[in-house]
């Protein structure tokens, strides 16, 4: 059994959504979890972990300044252990190439910035959730999707997670950290 940290940043709530997913297929699989939002993280006493998964999603090309600061803070720590990083945004529901070829660049640009890199990286379609949203914010998400040719769903809630894929990532990435010097056993 190992203790994998999970932490997360999120502005309308989907990306912790993902970290409780993450978090609850980790534990099934047998190992502790200690799940904590990017913004706690200062306060939290995170104690010794075998690997790390990091989430945040995707505001206007940037990541969330709170997974950027937590990566800064701990990447000494982070650079001893397998590593996976999860974005959230709406670039990765595409099906068009230069959308997913724009959600990777913004995960290697947060990367350069903090002069880190992930063992493995995961690109998660998000959700939109119109009552979440100030009305700027719904405006320019609602362009966003008209320009891919999407219509808001009337009911204010659209998810395009797919959650079967976020699992056979998890494993994927248990998997890793298995193999890699017998971190996780
Ligand atoms: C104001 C705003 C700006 C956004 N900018 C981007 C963007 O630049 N690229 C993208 O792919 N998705 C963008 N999105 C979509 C979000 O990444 C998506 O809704 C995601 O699910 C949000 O995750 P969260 O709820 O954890 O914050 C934007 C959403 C909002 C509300």
Known sequence: MAHILVVY???????????????????A??????????????ATELG????????ASLHVRKHQPEIVEFVRKQRARLERVPTAFISVSLSASSSEQHDLANARAAVDEMFDVVDWDASLVHLAAGAVHDRRMNFLK????????REKGVEMDPSGDMEFTDWQALDVFVDTFLERCRQSAGAVA
Do not use: C, P
């Open 9 to 27: 940043a999120t502005s309308e709530g989907q990306t912790r959504k993902v970290a409780d997913r993450v978090a609850s297929r980790v534990r």
């Open 138 to 145: 719904r405006w320019m998400i609602h362009r966003i999707l």
């Open 29 to 42: 699989a047998g190992h502790d979890v200690t799940l904590v939002d990017a913004r706690a993280a200062a």
């Open 48 to 55: 010794t972990f075998d690997a790390a998964v990091l989430a």
